[in-house]
């Protein structure tokens, strides 16, 4: 069993920064790919950036690539997405998840394991 915790989320100034930290529990955290996905009010969720298990692989959505960051802690078992330059459009409820896959992944289906959510509000 995983559990995930995010936090971090808040209001910030468009040009701002917000960094997002993801608490997981459970023995299988180091072994598991990651995950950073959003969801915006009245549209479905997408993925944002995805890592892999060691660490050495990540991905990005165009819409977030060179202004987001994925990293992981694993001796500290915390996920964490750095959010540079936010626009408006970069408001969202951020969720993390836990993949099946070691590699880092963009399919929904591949996380099984999900946090509830932290709200990023970005004003222009």
């Known amino acids: 069993q995983v559990q995930l915790v995010e936090s971090g989320g808040g209001l910030v100034q468009a040009g701002g920064s917000l960094r997002l930290s993801c608490a997981a529990s459970?023995?299988?955290?180091?072994?598991?790919?990651k995950g950073w996905f959003r969801q915006a009010p009245g549209k479905e969720r997408e993925f944002v950036a995805a890592?892999?298990?060691?660490?050495?692989?990540?991905y990005y959505a165009d819409s977030v690539k060179g202004r987001f960051t994925i990293s992981r802690d694993n001796a500290k078992n915390t996920l964490y997405l750095q959010m540079n330059t936010l626009k408006p459009d970069d408001t969202a409820v951020y969720y993390c998840a836990a993949s099946i896959q070691v590699v880092p992944t963009t399919h929904y289906a591949d996380y099984d394991y999900w946090g509830q959510g932290t709200q990023v509000t970005v004003s222009s």
């Open positions: 890592i892999s298990a060691g660490g050495g692989f990540t």
């Open positions: 459970g023995r299988t955290f180091s072994s598991r790919g």
